[in-house]
């Protein structure tokens, strides 16, 4: 497919399939592992006392509810729930977003029978923006970038415990076959979150950032991995930080089921960054290769659909390992 574009870079980056699935992951600090056990550890004591709003919407058989809950640093967190109009909730799925934040759920992406929470992590849109963090995608990403224990990304993954803890207290059935969802920047927190979770049982990640820093500071984007391109040429220090917050360093101590869609071509979040974090995953694992991410094309609909059907097989069939 002929993807014309007018970026002053090649959003292939000059890699075909057989280089992408050669793509591999830094090595880890001494202390990675303590350093992550330590933070869930942390927010495994937080008393999350989530809130549950009326009945907001249904739709196509799913109630959705506003919601909030506390995370860590007694962040309060918005977002939604989503369950069943039936009642009848076999699982449950933690869903996050990318970099623009969210507005809304997607009932249709999480598995039929799930309870799904739908946290907007902390200073990414209007249900959970904070006046001393950064909204903006560029600004967020060096957020507190000058220290592991600062940086915005270890709260994020808090986040995401916190989320799972509140979805479990409102609805202790979502424990049967919990499952993880993110894109773009969820799909890179998502794994720096699961390796310490054993809630979570399986996870589906969508162009996933963050996957071999020391690569991507290499390679131009449009995203929010330039501002850290740019931040590195000014100050290296930061690339120990980043070593603390690589998702392709996390995947490979991932042993849960994994489904991953990645773009061959995405001027956003580099491919060979997010081949990094399927390659780097030790476990039984599915790829499924999407044409572009980020960008527009012919076929983008039908991908999607196809996309989320796959998830949602890979789900069924690895629903008891993890």
Known sequence: MDLRHDFPFDPTYGYDLDALLAVGAPPAPEDFTGFWRARHAAAMEVQVAPRLGPVEHEAGGIRVHRLDYVSVGGRRIGGWLTVPADGRV????VATHGYGGREFPEPLLPPPGAAAIWPVLRGLGTASRFPDIPERGGEHVLHGIEAR????????????WC?????????????AGLSYHGASFGGGIGPLALPWDDRFRAATLVVPSFGNHPLRLTLPCAGSGEAVRERHVRDPRVARVLSYFD???????????????AAMFDPVVP???QFAIHNALPGTRELFVLTAGHFGHPAAEVE??????AQHRFLDTHRQEG
């Open 304 to 309: 999607a659909s196809a996309l989320i059907a």
């Open 247 to 261: 998702a392709a360093t996390a995947a490979g101590l991932l042993d849960i089921p994994v489904h991953v869609g």
């Open 90 to 93: 076999t699982r449950g799925c």
């Open 163 to 175: 989320a799972a803890t509140a979805l479990l207290e409102l609805i202790p059935e979502a424990a």
């Open 271 to 273: 491919p060979p960054g």
């Open 149 to 160: 224990e600062s940086y915005v990304h270890g709260d994020c993954a808090a986040d995401i």
